[in-house]
């Protein structure tokens, strides 16, 4: 059933490659968990967003990409539903990548000054790929994205090699931990890869995150 005064404005973001061959009938399937959520039928049948700005949920089989841009009501219960999308979008994706996960209070108004209590806001990154090191190597690449992005409002952008090869490696022990138990394939590479990080960040985020 539809989600009337949801108290949570959800906002996914992220840009999926997938294997070639993947039809709609896999795509739909693998994201059964988040449009079941939002009571639809199908995904053709949720996959607009509530804002018409945004493109919504779009399989590009001649691209052989999963893009969305795609704000939907619910309430922390959504959660539960993300880790079931990420397993099942890990047997599809070509490749690491990220997807962002906005959580907006719907009924927070920041300019209020009679607003008790604090934003229900939060943000997550998941993580999807085929394997343990295409996932870790997506981490890598944004942390050390992040990283250098601040670090250049203090030093030059040439200086910052060693802090590059330090988070290299932090991920390359980390991986080689996996590698106990595991066939990995090849190590993250140190170029510019299931599971999620989050957190509460100071103020709160646009509603479009891109």
């Not at 992220?14 to 709609?24: M, N, R, S, T």
């Not at 779009?58 to 691209?63: I, V």
């Not at 099942?88 to 906005?102: F, P, W």
């Not at 790929?129 to 250098?148: E, K, T």
């Amino acid at each position: 059933m539809p989600r009337y005064d949801s108290p949570l404005e959800i906002h996914l973001h992220g840009q999926i490659p997938l294997k070639e061959g993947i039809g709609f009938e896999q795509v739909q399937d693998a994201l059964r968990p988040i449009w079941k959520y939002t009571g639809a039928r199908s995904l053709s049948e949720a996959a607009a967003s509530s804002y018409e700005d945004e493109p919504g949920i779009e399989f590009e089989p001649d691209e052989h990409v999963l893009q969305m841009c795609w704000t939907v009501g619910g309430d922390d219960d959504f959660r539960q539903v993300l880790d079931e999308m990420c397993m099942n979008l890990n047997e599809l994706a070509q490749a690491g990548a990220a997807i962002e996960v906005t959580f907006y209070d719907a009924d927070y108004d920041e300019e209020d000054d009679a607003q008790d209590g604090d934003s229900r806001d939060d943000f997550l990154m998941l993580f999807v790929g085929p394997d343990p090191a295409s996932i870790m190597q997506v981490q890598r690449d944004l942390l050390v994205q992040d990283v250098v992005h601040l670090m250049e409002r203090h030093f030059d952008g040439a200086q910052l090699g060693g802090v590059v090869t330090e988070i290299d490696k932090l991920f390359g022990q980390r991986f080689d931990d996996l590698v106990n138990s595991l066939q990995l394939g090849q190590r993250p590479r140190g170029s510019g890869g299931g599971g999620h990080s989050g957190g509460h960040g100071g103020g709160r985020k646009p509603r479009h995150l891109h």
